[in-house]
């Protein structure tokens, strides 16, 4: 484990948003297993899309399905045409425990902002349905359909969005969404789809095990034993625990992907975060498995900090998606 002090050491600002963020969810999750979604919508700040750029990030929301409230952001650069050639198009996941937040929550509706602008990439945010009113494996299927109706409206995005060099991404939940949407995606046959890269940013999985990790940050923010308890609990089908292969990704229940094509990942982990361990046997687990994974380690980060953007190593946290994925479509034929 990488941490060496007891706290990690956050500046102030970082330190008030932490705070209210892990208030907010302990106020709005209730004992009797429901959230209360009139306090979220109130405090859950929300930012409108813009067709007008703005730092050079055009935006527009996207319906797959009214009837269960999918859909998605699409965030386009404005000055990536310049350079010529297709863009790369990142379908991103965002955190909450499948049962908070959203693409227009203005945390993750500001960092799809930066990766569109700095990668360049188009990046498609997705509205998917939330715990404990929707459970598993409603995010999953979400997830997939959203893909799907990309491959066969290629239309809703910019011309220059080159689904050929697509990559799943995703926080926390997001990115346990993300692999499980990238197992699914290697079983199926998509015509202008091509997912050829993840990005995972701590993913969430866990077990019936307490880590090492666990143990020692049990009531770190955000992601406390108490909240990923509560929020495994209404995620996972009733009567299953958590070595369900929808948390333990690699542990007694996980899916062989020796057969399939999945796409190389890479993962990145906080020393301060609890689900540290569980994320590093994810990316053990992928290479065991014959799949291309590596690991990139912030020892002094806590869960989620790559959304606070005054944190030095959020900024250096993006660059590195961007390398990778610059890296990868240079291997593409």
Known sequence: MASQTQEPNLPFKTRIKVSFLSALTDFARRNDGTINRRLMNLLDRKFQPSVKPINGVSSKDVTVDANRNLWFRVFTPVDAAAGGGGVPVVIFFHGGGFAFLSPDSFAYDAVCRRFCRRIPSVVVSVNYRNTPEHRFPSQYD????????????????????????????????????????????????FREVRVVGLVSI???????????????????????????????????????????????????????????????????????????????????????SGKKAELKEYPTMIHAFYIFPELHESSQLISEVKDFITTKISTLK
């Open 142 to 189: 979400d997830g997939e359909d959203v893909l799907k109706f990309l491959d066969e409206n290629r239309a809703v995005l910019p011309e220059n969005a080159d689904l050929s060099k697509c990559f799943l991404a995703g926080d926390s939940a997001g990115a346990n969404l993300a692999h499980h949407v990238a197992v699914r995606v290697a079983k199926s046959k």
């Open 202 to 288: 701590q993913p969430w999985f866990g077990g019936e095990e307490r880590t090492e990790a666990e143990v020692k940050l049990e009531v770190a923010p955000l992601v406390s034993s108490a909240r990923t308890d509560w929020l495994w609990k209404a995620f996972l089908p009733e009567g299953s625990n958590r070595d369900h292969g929808a948390a333990n990704v690699s542990g007694p229940n996980s899916e062989d992907l020796s057969g399939l094509d999945y796409p190389d990942t890479l993962v990145f982990v906080g020393g301060f975060d609890p689900l540290q361990d569980w994320q590093r046997r994810y990316c053990e687990w992928l290479n065991k």
